[in-house]
């Protein structure tokens, strides 16, 4: 067997652009222009965010820290000394805000689960893993585990009832809808090995996915961010 | 040579040198690669896989595809003189001059059984096998031309023979997409007016075929190349889920809503075995544009092979050929292309300052940090580049 590694040889040009002074070129370039990728690191402060008695957190008013990867996000956050809600956390918001009689919680409900353009995501922290002994949910940047309860093992499009799940009917306590939920619009693709979860909206659903790649990141999704209620978050 | 086949439509074009349905069937004869021609009736297919015979005059066979036929047969002959010594009748029989041929034609292959087909596939994959031996055939260069009128859908995954063609085809052309110019019929009408089929053996190539085979397989591909075809392999499987292959068949519903209306919901990445053929047509263009005084183009090069290879491998979401492309699988290819050329340059500077980087051999995190999403298989490539200059350091 021929184990020898093959011969590459780097060109002096790549597709016309010279190699030489590239890297210089690259790095000046980042260096000295605005970055125009729509990532804002500013967390909201503490008066940007909403109280959930029933989560015991502070909820952000707007989604942040676009175009960032799961594990990006959970970096950013926690150096903000904020965090990312579990899908629990984020249900319990939700179910807070669509009850509230305040104009700006309602605007917010509408704006996470509105079936509209653009199309809109967020990180939910909340990472699936199947081990020798079953699978697992991770929560609090994957330190926390805890195995899945039984929970809905099937896509369902067009959906679970948004309805119940987020008033608490045929949920886990883990937040994820249980086997018997009833049908309904709200999209839902159940956990899978080494994927996170996220709940998107956009032009023709909006959808709990337990299907999310880590790695992924676009314009169009960030996360609402969240502290705990008594925390030193700015 | 002079070809019966007649056809001025041009299928690329390189650097202002066109390239025609004949140069296509040269590039499979260069790079040594199965060639697919699907058409309708009376589209002129088989009197170009004919025409191609004519480069090998003692060495090419004409198969007819039926149900009845045994492979083993065509190489096969009974040695009279073993008559008295021979214990059995296989012992009798012997590997024929045939088993030499280098250019094995097949018409109408999708009329054969799949027992059938799968003993013609095995032709193609450059062997035969007699009793449990296998021969190789055409003392190390030898290739398939098969012909058939299968309709538009027949590459799809649930077809049995759509499954066979991807895996044994390299290059799956659909002729009727390039139908012969009027001024081609009238030259071939003025010409001849015999509807058969012609043969039209002419002087000896095959020593030029198999020379410009030997320099194209030995030579040394271009690293833009390697970049391109990995970009096909890696970058065009990125998708949310992270891997359009491990999506299976949830690709692409699960996909995201504006991952659907790009390439990430119209393409799936090439395997690669594909890819190598993407790499080996591409160099053959490249010596046939030279060949016509032409200069070629690396990245155009690749992606002409990319649209002739993939167009029909199964690799386009059909749901989206037919909605949005009036069913045209190569108008959807040139989308797909029309989007790796802006990805290219968009990241040509970044690349080059992967590659300068990877030169110095130390790694910089700022220039690795430039490649994320459908281009993070760039971070592995320099990774390797640079632990390889360090092994032989």
Redesign the interface.
């Known amino acids: 067997m021929n184990n020898q590694k093959p011969k590459i040889t780097i060109p002096e040009t790549f597709m016309g652009v010279p190699i030489k002074g590239a890297m210089e070129r690259v790095l000046s370039k980042a260096k000295n222009q605005p970055d125009t990728t729509p990532i804002q690191t500013n967390a909201p402060d503490i008066q940007g965010m909403i109280y959930v008695p029933s989560a015991k957190l502070y909820f952000a008013k707007q989604r942040t820290h676009l175009n960032l990867n799961w594990d990006q996000t959970h970096e950013t956050l926690a150096q903000e000394k904020l965090r990312m809600p579990t899908i629990e956390e984020f249900r319990k918001t939700l179910n807070y805000l669509k009850n509230s009689q305040n104009q700006e919680h309602l605007e917010l409900y509408n704006e996470i689960t509105e079936i509209r353009n653009p199309w809109r995501a967020n990180w939910l922290d909340a990472y699936f893993e199947e081990r020798k002994d079953g699978f697992y949910i991770l929560t609090a940047n994957k330190k926390k585990a805890e195995k899945l309860e039984n929970c809905l093992m099937k896509n369902k499009t067009p959906g679970i009832s948004l309805e119940q799940w987020i008033s608490s009917t045929n949920i886990t306590s883990q937040g994820l809808p249980s086997p018997n939920i009833d049908d309904g619009d709200l999209g839902y693709w159940y956990p899978k090995n080494n994927q996170v979860a996220g709940f998107v909206a956009a032009s023709d659903r909006a959808f709990l996915d337990c299907y999310r790649s880590p790695s992924y990141r676009d314009s169009g999704l960030g996360v609402f961010a969240v502290a705990d209620a008594g925390s030193n978050a700015r | 040579m002079n070809k019966v086949y007649k056809n001025s439509t041009a299928i690329g074009n390189l650097g202002g040198t066109p390239l025609y349905m004949a140069d296509l069937v040269d590039a499979c004869l260069y790079g040594r690669l199965n060639l697919f021609l699907q058409g309708d009736t009376g589209s002129g297919k088989t009197q170009l896989a004919r025409d191609t015979m004519g480069y090998f005059p003692e060495k090419s066979m004409f198969i007819l595809g039926r149900n009845d036929m045994d492979t083993r047969e065509l190489f096969q002959q009974i040695n009279l003189e073993k008559l008295r010594t021979a214990k059995s009748s296989e012992e009798l029989k012997e590997v024929t001059s045939k088993i030499d041929n280098h250019l094995i034609v097949v018409d109408e292959l999708p009329n054969c059984v799949p027992a059938v087909r799968a003993q013609l596939f095995n032709l193609f994959d450059g062997y035969i096998e007699i009793n449990g031996v296998a021969y190789p055939i055409g003392n190390g260069y030898s290739l398939g031309i098969a012909t058939g009128n299968v309709g538009q859908k027949f590459t799809e995954s649930s077809n049995e023979l759509g499954r066979a063609l991807r895996d044994r085809m390299h290059v799956i052309v659909d002729v009727d997409y390039f139908h012969p110019k009027p001024s081609d019929t009238l030259e071939i009408l003025a010409g001849n007016t015999n509807p058969r089929v012609e043969f039209n053996f002419q002087e000896q190539a095959s020593q030029n075929i198999i020379s410009r085979h030997k320099k194209i397989a030995s030579s040394?591909i271009?690293?833009?190349k390697?970049?391109i075809a990995n970009y096909f392999i890696h970058g065009l499987d990125y998708?949310?889920?992270?891997?359009k292959r491990a999506m299976k068949d949830?690709w692409p519903?699960?996909l995201?809503?504006?991952e659907q209306g790009s390439d990430v919901g119209l393409v799936l990445p090439v395997s690669t075995r594909a890819a190598k053929s993407i790499v080996r047509l591409s160099q053959a263009f490249d010596e046939i544009v030279k060949e016509k005084n032409g200069k070629s183009d690396?990245?155009e090069s690749m992606m002409q092979a990319y649209k002739l290879v993939s167009t029909y491998s199964g690799v386009l979401n059909e749901a989206d050929v037919q909605n949005k492309y009036e069913g045209n699988h190569y108008k959807a290819m040139d989308a797909v292309i029309t989007t790796t050329r802006n990805q290219?340059?968009n990241q040509?500077?970044?690349?080059?300052?992967g590659?300068?980087?990877?030169?110095?051999g130390k790694k910089?995190q700022?220039?690795l940090n430039?490649f994320?999403?459908r281009w993070?298989f760039i971070r592995d490539t320099l990774e390797y580049?640079l632990n390889?200059s360090k092994e032989k350091k």
């Open positions: 040394q271009p690293f833009e390697l970049i998708c949310s889920k992270d891997s949830a519903t699960q995201e809503d504006h690396c990245f290219f340059e040509k500077e970044n690349i080059s300052a590659l300068e980087m990877a030169s110095k910089d700022k220039i430039q994320t999403g993070s580049i390889n």
